[in-house]
């Protein structure tokens, strides 16, 4: 199934007291290319998560984001640091015994010579912060089940999109198709206008309808081994049906649709150099144009 480079996923769950949220976004690139953003003490998932992602992908630019946030449980456990106070004040009760006749603290150290509890609750250190040890486990089996569901509808965006185009496309290759019809049927009139225009042209010289019949015959002959498109409408045809067969193919295709364009465009432009005629000159100005849009569309797929 086609898929487009774009796309994007997001799921999000409560598990064992984490709200755990996934986010998979991608852009076009030429090959595969993947960024996670996840907090620093969950690192450890960074290669799991790119090994999931490249599993369901080929090509693109992905960006992974991950936010894991407590929501219920103890969070941590937070104890002061009695020797930290302690030592806070029997610094500050030696200042000011030392400097009672010189300097007094107006405000943090009462007349008791004390500290008040606000001022020692913003002093450093005084708090003793105790995290809990985190199941790396189970953390990450949870992480990898959001992560599954939100890659689930990461990868659904990416085929929705990809049939989209490949509709596009489609029609585009059905109106180039019937382009290639009108060349294939007006391209042979050609040596018959060409000899019917070299015959008038040489009586009006000689001034009679005397003309060598096989000069004439030779001349158009010379002119439609120049003007000749079979071979170029030919191989057009068989890359509109393979471009065909590839946009029902699995995988990724990009590259090898890229490379059909460009042979396409080949073609147009060998066909637009041979036949020197208004209307085939039009004909084929209409098929450059959509097969540029074609490859504006390509440059969006897998």
């Known amino acids: 199934m086609i898929r487009s480079m774009t796309g994007y996923g997001r799921a999000q769950e409560q598990i064992d007291g984490r709200d755990i949220l996934v986010e998979i976004k991608s852009v076009n690139s030429r090959y595969l290319e ?9 690192t450890y998932l960074e290669e799991e998560l790119k090994s999931l992602v490249k599993s369901r992908i080929a090509r693109g630019k992905a960006e992974i984001a991950v936010s894991i946030t407590l929501v219920e449980g ?3 456990d937070i104890r002061v640091n009695e020797e930290i106070v302690h030592g806070y004040l029997d610094a500050m009760r030696a200042y000011n015994e030392s400097a009672a ?3 007094r603290l107006a405000e943090d150290v009462p007349a ?6 606000a001022t020692i609750m913003q002093l450093p250190d005084v708090f003793r912060v105790e995290k809990p040890q985190e199941d790396e486990e189970a953390i990450r089996q949870a992480v990898m089940q959001v992560a599954g569901k939100a890659i689930a509808a990461f990868v659904s965006m990416r085929e929705t999109e990809g049939q989209k185009l490949r509709e596009d496309v489609l029609n585009r290759l059905d109106f180039i198709g019937e382009r290639v019809a ?4 007006e391209a042979p009139q050609l040596t018959e206008k060409y000899r019917n225009r070299l015959y008038t042209r040489i009586s009006d010289l000689l001034g009679s309808t005397t003309v060598d019949e096989q000069r004439i015959l030779t001349e158009a002959a010379i002119f439609s081994e120049k003007t ?3 071979e170029e409408t030919v191989r057009l045809r068989s890359h509109i049906a393979q471009m065909h067969d590839m946009l029902d193919e699995k995988g990724s295709v990009g590259r090898k649709l890229d490379f059909l364009v460009q042979e396409m465009n080949r073609e ?3 066909i637009g150099s041979k036949v020197q005629d208004v209307h085939i000159t039009a004909v084929v100005v209409e098929m450059k144009s959509e097969i540029e849009k074609i490859r504006e569309q390509i440059q969006n797929i897998e």
């Open 34 to 42: 993947q960024n996670v953003r996840i907090g620093r003490n969950y």
């Open 74 to 76: 103890k969070k941590a």
């Open 101 to 103: 006749n010189a300097y």
């Open 112 to 117: 008791g010579g004390e500290m008040r509890w």
């Open 182 to 185: 009108v060349i294939e049927k």
């Open 228 to 230: 000749a498109v079979d």
């Open 268 to 270: 147009v432009n060998t």
